[in-house]
C-alpha cells in the first residue's frame, strides 16, 4: 500500500453543499483518474488528467470539477448541480497515460448525502 | 464504441474445482484487455493484462479475437480468490488512448 492516498475514508454532504474530496500520489506519475464505482455499475470515468493545469472529461463528469496544479495531487469537487452523489468514488495515477499502463488506485472515499 | 460485458454478476466454485470469469468486448481496432480484482478491505489492484502475456496466482486470460473475448481462467481454484474481478479495456488511439473502460464486474466466491 501507499503510493496514493485518498481522504477522508467517509464523506456527509448537505443538500447544496460542495464537498472536495483529496487525492494525492508520490510516484512521480503523470496521469491521474477519478472513478465513481456504484453497485452493479463497475467503474465509471469521470475526469482525468495527463499533465499538471490539464484534464479531460470523463464519461459522467457533470456536477463534477477537478483540478491539476500540481503533479501529486488530483482533487474532486462534488458540485449541489450532482444531484446523485452517493458512491464510493477512486482515485489511480498511471506513469503517463499511455497505452496498456498498469493504473494504480487509492483506498477509496465514499461519499454519503445527510 | 468501446464496451466491456461480464455477463455474470456472481460465481460461486468450490474450492479445487476449474473456474472462468467471462469477459467480452466491443472496440473498433485492437485494444489492450487487462483484469483488475479488488479482495475485500484491499485496493482494487492489477491481477494481470494480455500485453505481458502472464500468469499470476495461477490465473490466465487469452485473447480471443474473434469472439472479442478475453476470459480470465484457473484449474484449481481457492477460497483466497474469491474477490469482485473487473476486466478492463484500455483505448489504443483518439480520445481512448490510455483510458480505461471497465465491465461491471464478477463477484467471485470460493466454498471450501
Known amino acids: 500500500d501507499g503510493g496514493i492516498t485518498q481522504s477522508p475514508k467517509y464523506l456527509f454532504r448537505k443538500e447544496g453543499q460542495n464537498v472536495t474530496l483529496s487525492c494525492e500520489q508520490n510516484l512521480n506519475h503523470d496521469a491521474m483518474y477519478w472513478y465513481r464505482q456504484d453497485p452493479g455499475q463497475g467503474l465509471r470515468l469521470i475526469y482525468y488528467s495527463q499533465i499538471v493545469n490539464d484534464f479531460q472529461k470523463g464519461d459522467i463528469a457533470e456536477g463534477y470539477s477537478v483540478s491539476r496544479e500540481k503533479k501529486e495531487s488530483f482533487p474532486l469537487t462534488v458540485t449541489s448541480a450532482q444531484k446523485n452523489p452517493t458512491a464510493f468514488y477512486l482515485c489511480a495515477s498511471s506513469i503517463y497515460g499511455g497505452v496498456a499502463e498498469t493504473q494504480y488506485f487509492g483506498p477509496g472515499t465514499r461519499l454519503l448525502v445527510l | ?112
Open chain 2, 1 to 112: 464504441a468501446q464496451r466491456v460485458t461480464q455477463p455474470e454478476k456472481l460465481l460461486s466454485v468450490f474450492k479445487g474445482a476449474p473456474v472462468e470469469l467471462k469477459c467480452n468486448y466491443s472496440y473498433s481496432g485492437s485494444p489492450e484487455l487487462f483484469w483488475y480484482v479488488q479482495y475485500s478491505r484491499q485496493r482494487l489492484q492489477l491481477l494481470l493484462r494480455h500485453i505481458s502475456r502472464e500468469s499470476i496466482k495461477g490465473f490466465t486470460a487469452d485473447l480471443n479475437k474473434g469472439e472479442t473475448s478475453f476470459h480470465l481462467k484457473k484449474p484449481f481454484a481457492q477460497e483466497e480468490d474469491s474477490a469482485m474481478y473487473y476486466c478492463a479495456l484500455s483505448g489504443v488511439r483518439g480520445s481512448t488512448l490510455g483510458r480505461l473502460y471497465f465491465g461491471r464486474g464478477t463477484q467471485l466466491t470460493v466454498w471450501p
